[in-house]
């Protein structure tokens, strides 16, 4: 493709740097009235920065609606003319990030089912090279993190300036009640590792369905996300893709209306005294518990001992179902979730059958 420096328009740059950075459309663009009505209705909110609409949507089945394709594009040009909302399309291929910049895309979305393909993810970056257009990644599907930091690193390698992250849930085996697990560790380790990059979370690929987007969105701003990427829909319930999850414009209003906002920050003295004490009480306890699970190992070294002097194996499945019985039981007068139990012992297991390996084949 041939590349050509566009200058970044000047309102999309204004709203790059707004917090929270709020973004919501249909899933997907189906026809020109639907496109111009959404963004009408979500412009009149007063509370949206960027408009969104899926037009190349990746379907899991062939045969599902596949979006509108290119001819969506001038929809888009005409809703921003319109509102004035500077407009976002997911792209997964270089002719998907030349059609999208010729019909001046504001900024590029990279989908979860892009990230989890590196060459896929190369063929965006190489057509973005010399461009001046943000790009906001979502992570992979399954919860693979080094897959999205790799697609962050691929895009500033090709000089991608602006660059965001979205959240938007992990696949996961068996009933949960996400349509995609929030796993919201994954994101936080995201946030560790670029720390000034903007991350925004995506409720409505998370939740599935309606009920749950308001906790979903509140939890992503206690958790001090940048922003919020919500599906609406004129006719939630006969939108041609991801009916179940999306809301009205007016709707996501009042949702955005009901959330709590909070900084991460604050210079109030009185709140970072009190907050100064309590991190100062927790890194103590951090402390300690590290010292005893320093002594439970020197323990379980010396059980190793045993186990190799007598010739018995490091596992034991009965000893290790009857202390999980017990935590899960001491667990619950704590207020400890069997879930962070069974975490918790697995790591402390896995540490001590790692010892005990070393001591046997000493
Ligand atoms: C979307 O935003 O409509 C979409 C397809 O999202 P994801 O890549 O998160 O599945
Ligand atoms: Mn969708």
Known sequence: METEIKTMNALMQEKWNKRPLIISGPCSAETEGQVLE??????????????RAGIWKPRTKPGMFEG?????????????KVTGLPITVEVATAKHVEDALQFEVDMLLIGARTTVNP????????????????VLIKNPIHPEIDLWSGGIERLQKVGVQQIGMIHRGFSNYGN???????MWHLPIEMKRRFPDMLLICDPSHIC????????IAQKSIDLDFGGLMVETHIDPDNAWSDAKQQITPEKFNEMLGELIWRSENTDKKEFLTAL?????????????L???IGQRMKIADKIGEYKKNNNITILQTNRWNEILGRAFKKG?????????????????????????????NE
């Open 332 to 360: 619950e007068h704590l207020g400890l979730s069997r879930e962070f139990i069974t975490k918790y012992f697995d790591a402390v297991h896995l540490e001590s059958i790692n010892h005990q390996n070393k001591i046997m």
């Open 38 to 51: 959404t963004a009408t209705r979500l412009a009149k909110t007063g509370k949206v920065d960027v408009l």
């Open 119 to 134: 060459f896929s993810v190369q063929e965006v970056c190489d057509a973005l090279r010399g461009t001046n257009v943000p």
């Open 68 to 80: 509108v394709g290119i001819k969506g594009l001038p929809w888009l040009l005409q809703a921003k």
């Open 208 to 215: 599935g369905n309606r009920t749950l987007l308001q906790s």
């Open 290 to 292: 590290l010292t005893l």
């Open 276 to 288: 100064a004490t309590l991190r100062e009480q927790i890194n103590h306890l951090d402390d300690e």
């Open 176 to 182: 949960t009640e996400y349509r995609n697990a929030p």
